[in-house]
């Protein structure tokens, strides 16, 4: 579960942090991947109370602040304990939501104010003057973290961004060699020593330092440290149907390039190959029984549109009379 810990003054902002909490609680979206954390419901007590709240903090994935016109109690340093969970969560670069309440700024406390500038390095800062206004503005951002984090998707996979993957997880060789290729076959425009990051931006596949699960499954070292189910399943049969014993199994892994490719061998060395004469040409014509051009395109539509969210993998099978995949 996502752990949010939500902070503002409590007095100012009692309604509002028992209706979060509740809404979070229960919505049937929101509830299957976010855990709320609010002090009324878990009171500390003695002289821990501060360390509780931080701990807290440290503990959550997400700080979402409510700031208003109060700054709330200030401790021996002159600072509130919301500022204090702010600073906790920036240190530890928590992500941020700050929500504040517009109010006439003549009745902000000024050191309310300057913790609201201080808050401009948050992820999401977004003014409300009522609690519908909050509740739509916390679900929206909440909604929005998830994409980001690739917990729900609402766009393609292959678009969407990878919430663990880094540029350290590609391999530059399988970069380089995939330029090489493109500039011979198709006058791809950028040069071999193209840095990664330059190609990976140049095809959409990078943005902000974040990778799209498409680098990971073209150029990663392991892809299947990040999709388990990336594999094609390989196999020979004698006859017509699925039935042992099987003459040859394997699962190929690797990057789509590396599957696909692997695959087609697999098909193409377990049928025939007609093989011509000279009679005609200096060059000797050889023809598969099936065509290689249909193997190929079969074997890379199945790799390339599968659903890899399943947990199913591609599978080639090929018998006596017929290849499916």
């Known amino acids: 579960m996502i752990r949010i810990f ?15 909490y509740d809404y979070i609680s229960k919505d049937d979206m929101l509830s299957k991947f976010f855990l709320p954390f609010i002090f009324e419901k878990h009171p500390a007590k003695g ?55 517009d109010v006439n700024e003549e009745h902000r406390n000024t050191k309310e104010k300057k913790l609201i500038v201080k808050s401009e390095k948050s992820v999401v800062r977004k003014k409300f003057s009522s609690a519908m206004e909050l509740k739509a503005s916390v679900y929206s951002a909440l909604v929005r973290y998830l994409e980001d984090n690739g917990q729900i998707r609402t766009g393609p996979f292959d678009a969407t961004f990878h919430p663990e993957a880094t540029l350290d997880d590609l391999d530059p060789e399988k970069i380089t060699n995939f330029i090489r290729k493109a500039r011979y076959e198709r006058r791809f425009p950028l040069p071999i020593e193209t840095p990664p990051e ?102 890379v539509n199945a790799v390339v549109h599968r659903d890899y969210t399943s947990n199913a993998s591609v599978q080639v099978m090929l018998f006596r009379d017929r290849l499916e995949v």
């Open 6 to 20: 939500i902070s503002s003054v409590q007095s100012e902002f009692s309604k509002e942090r028992k209706m979060l």
């Open 47 to 101: 002289d821990t109370v501060k360390k509780v709240y931080l701990d807290e903090v440290s503990k959550s994935d997400i700080y979402l602040g409510l700031f208003g016109k109060d700054y709330g109690f200030e401790d021996e340093e002159g600072i509130s304990p919301t500022e204090r969970e702010y600073d906790q969560a920036a240190k530890l670069k928590k992500t941020r939501l700050i929500f504040i309440k």
């Open 198 to 299: 330059i190609l990976l931006a140049h095809l959409n596949l990078l943005k902000n330092d974040r990778l799209t699960n498409a680098a990971i499954l073209l150029f990663g070292k392991q892809p299947q440290r990040f999709f388990l189910s990336s594999e094609v399943k390989c196999a020979q049969f004698y006859g017509y149907t699925v039935e042992k014993p099987i003459p040859a199994h394997q699962v190929y892994k690797g990057t789509v390039f590396e599957m696909a490719d692997q695959a087609v061998d697999f098909v193409l060395s377990r049928i025939d190959l007609w093989v011509g004469t000279r009679a005609e040409t200096n060059a000797v014509p050889t023809r598969y029984e099936i065509p290689r051009e249909a193997i190929l395109e079969a074997i």
